[in-house]
């Protein structure tokens, strides 16, 4: 029988992993997710695998994690994919696209309709692993300095979005500003925006918006935003391959956990927003016409663009072409008649 030492001296040393992270630890949901990852894989894996989390407010790169993992600097990220579209246009569509999915619909995209698949082949190359590891849910449209009648009031302002939505806007007459979240107010206070896209009431609430930009509108652009874990792909490989499993089912975990947690704490903060009098309105018709036409006309630009990214943009509009009449005659139909 083994004694108490010697049990000790057989137990494996945990392999540790570093991982650096895109958001400020003061924004819910969004640091939360990393957390959750980062928790649930030490957890399953009784310890034999921990990540320690990095914020922005350590490593000060929260746009810069893609190359980051391609450089040693760390082992993983926690970030999201239109970030480094500019790296991989095809990546871009992972994150968000307007009028497109939403957080149920984009991971059975993901699980059952190839675009896990397709991800992975995306960045193989890379020498990354991507996961999907946390969802926003719907992200209303922006916070505004003024107020918007018809699509001409979108010309000329200045607004903090990233990725393939920012694109939309500048069709539409918008300048995009691409911010890391953490300097949005700060920008809003020097004048440098007009507008902002953040994420969602339960992040916006944290942020000192309103003084600037009384006006904020309902979504129309993000269904959902997807946040990533990017891995280093010769060091999960090397992992023992039950550890594989637990970082990819730790991943979906806490995408899953963040949908539930998002959807509690939007609800609790758009109420709180109402009560101090914020009104959240819905963006004019005229304004969604123009938005959904520019959309379109930007998914043909991308596509002609670049191959990949017209593998991706036909394999999200195959399967929304395969889900969107249930979602609408079961999902849809339930919340009309609740």
Same mark, same amino acid.
């Given at each position: ?8 001296a ?11 992270t895109?958001w400020?630890?003061?924004?819910p949901?969004l ?6 990852f980062?928790e ?16 922005p ?9 893609f190359?980051?993992?391609?450089d040693?600097?760390f082992?993983l990220?926690?970030?999201?994919a ?5 790296a ?12 497109g999915?939403?957080a149920?619909?984009?991971h059975?995209?993901?699980?059952e ?10 960045? +193989?190359?890379?020498?990354?692993v991507?996961? %999907?590891?946390?969802d926003t849910? !719907?992200? #209303?449209? @922006?916070?505004? /300095?003024?107020e918007?009648?018809?699509p ?6 200045r ?6 939505p920012?694109?939309v806007l500048?069709r ?5 500003v691409n911010?890391?979240?953490?300097q ?13 896209d953040?994420?969602g009431?339960?992040v ?5 918006l309103?003084?600037y ?7 129309w652009h993000?269904?959902?935003?997807v ?5 280093d792909?010769?060091?999960?490989t ?10 990819r089912h730790?991943?979906?975990? +806490?995408?899953l956990?963040?949908i539930a947690? %998002?959807?509690?704490?939007n609800? !609790?903060? #758009?109420q @709180?927003l109402? /009560?101090?009098?914020i009104?959240i ?6 304004i ?6 520019a ?12 191959s ?9 509009a195959?399967?929304r072409?395969?889900?969107v ?7 849809g139909?339930?919340?009309?008649v609740?």
């Amino acid at each position: 029988m083994l004694g108490i030492g010697a049990a000790w001296a057989q137990a494996p040393t945990p392999i540790v992993w570093r991982m650096g992270t895109s958001w400020p630890t003061s924004l819910p949901l969004l640091h939360e997710s990393a957390v959750d990852f980062a928790e649930t894989v030490k957890a399953s894996s009784g310890g034999r695998l921990v990540i320690e989390v990095v914020d922005p407010a350590r490593h000060g790169k929260p746009a810069g994690l893609f190359q980051a993992v391609r450089d040693g600097q760390f082992d993983l990220v926690h970030t999201t994919a239109q970030y480094y579209a500019d790296a991989v246009p095809a990546i871009d569509f992972f994150t968000a696209v307007p009028f497109g999915l939403t957080a149920i619909e984009g991971h059975a995209w993901l699980n059952e309709g190839g675009g896990q698949v397709l991800f992975e082949s995306l960045l +193989a190359p890379y020498g990354i692993v991507p996961l %999907a590891a946390g969802d926003t849910g !719907v992200q #209303m449209g @922006g916070w505004f /300095a003024r107020e918007l009648r018809s699509p001409e009031d979108l010309r000329g302002v200045r607004i903090r979005v990233a990725g393939f939505p920012g694109r939309v806007l500048a069709r539409a007459g918008a300048v995009p500003v691409n911010l890391p979240l953490g300097q949005i107010a700060a920008a809003f206070a020097e004048g440098r925006i007009d507008a902002a896209d953040v994420v969602g009431p339960a992040v916006d609430a944290q942020l000192p918006l309103a003084q600037y930009a009384p006006y904020y509108y309902a979504p129309w652009h993000e269904p959902d935003v997807v946040l990533h874990v990017f891995l280093d792909q010769k060091k999960f490989t090397a992992l023992a391959p039950d550890l594989q499993q637990i970082v990819r089912h730790s991943a979906q975990a +806490a995408a899953l956990r963040s949908i539930a947690r %998002a959807q509690d704490r939007n609800a !609790v903060a #758009m109420q @709180g927003l109402q /009560a101090k009098g914020i009104r959240i309105r819905p963006l004019p018709l005229k304004i969604l016409d123009a938005l959904k036409k520019a959309t379109t006309e930007e998914l043909e630009l991308s596509r002609a663009r670049d191959s990949d990214a017209a593998r991706v943009i036909d394999s999200l509009a195959n399967y929304r072409a395969r889900i969107v009449q249930y979602s609408r005659q079961a999902d849809g139909q339930m919340m009309d008649v609740r």
